[in-house]
């Protein structure tokens, strides 16, 4: 089994930053891609960041410039900084990894219980 827990979460004031970390364990043969999203209150669920386990990353276009996605390979914990923060970015952060396990060597999707952001304006 994988797990994948999120943490970093919590209240910042707007034109503030936060980090955002997410550790994957369990029985790990290899993680391919990872990448954050969030769920603002009332909307669906969205791409933020995505991260391949080469290193070449992606950013939805409302957090591009501001945000920040990394991953240590050999720590299988992925990071999301983000600054200049604004109202818009409250919503609920998930960490998403696709992992192949010793049992079961195919990638399949995880995701994370997610952590809640709160920007106060």
């Known amino acids: 089994q994988v797990q994948l827990v999120e943490s970093g979460g919590g209240l910042v004031e707007a034109g503030g930053s936060l980090g955002l970390s997410c550790v994957a364990s369990g029985s790990i043969f290899k993680i391919n891609d990872m990448g954050w999203y969030r769920q603002a209150p009332g909307k669906q669920r969205e791409l933020v960041a995505i991260?391949?386990?080469?290193?070449?990353?992606n950013y939805a276009e409302s957090v591009k410039g501001r945000f920040t996605i990394s991953r240590d390979n050999a720590q299988n914990t992925m990071y999301l900084q983000m600054n200049s923060l604004n109202s818009e970015d409250t919503a609920v952060y998930y960490c998403n990894a696709y992992v192949s396990t010793l049992r079961r060597p195919v990638f399949m999707a995880y995701w994370g219980k997610g952590t809640l952001v709160t920007v106060s304006s």
């Open positions: 991260i391949t386990s080469g290193g070449t990353t």
